[in-house]
Nanobody, 122 residues
Framework: QVQLVESGGGLVQAGGSLRLSCAAS????????MGWWRHAPGKEREFVAA????????LYADSVKGRFTLSRDNAKNTVYLQMNSLRPEDTAVYYC???????????????WGQGTQVTVSS
């Protein structure tokens, strides 16, 4: 089992920045690909970004490319989502996710955190 706890959400103005963190515990964190999904009101949950267990490979949704950066610190069992140039359409609950590889995190991850709210005002 892997337990995931997100933090760092909040309210920010358009154009601003936030950094989300996801702390993992349980099975060896460094062997899992990690990522983020988000769920906005009235929309389906969507993939945001994923990072391999080594940190050498990343995937991003087209809507966040060039604005969001995902990184990980295996010594701290933590992944970070740096979100810059935020837009009102980025408003959503952001969920940390984990699974065995990038493709699975992008498609249907097995492990989920409880979510953290990000609100971007115009």
């Amino acid at each position: 089992q892997v337990q995931l706890v997100e933090s760092g959400g909040g309210l920010v103005q358009a154009g601003g920045s936030l950094r989300l963190s996801c702390a993992a515990s349980g099975r060896t964190f460094s062997f899992y690909a990690m990522g983020w999904w988000r769920h906005a009101p009235g929309k389906e949950r969507e993939f945001v970004a994923a990072i391999s267990w080594t940190g050498s490979s990343t995937l991003y949704a087209d809507s966040v490319k060039g604005r969001f950066t995902l990184s990980r610190d295996n010594a701290k069992n933590t992944v970070y989502l740096q979100m810059n140039s935020l837009r009102p359409e980025d408003t959503a609950v952001y969920y940390c996710a984990a699974d065995v590889d990038l493709a699975t995190v992008q498609a249907m991850p097995h492990y989920w955190g409880q979510g953290t709210q990000v609100t971007v005002s115009s």
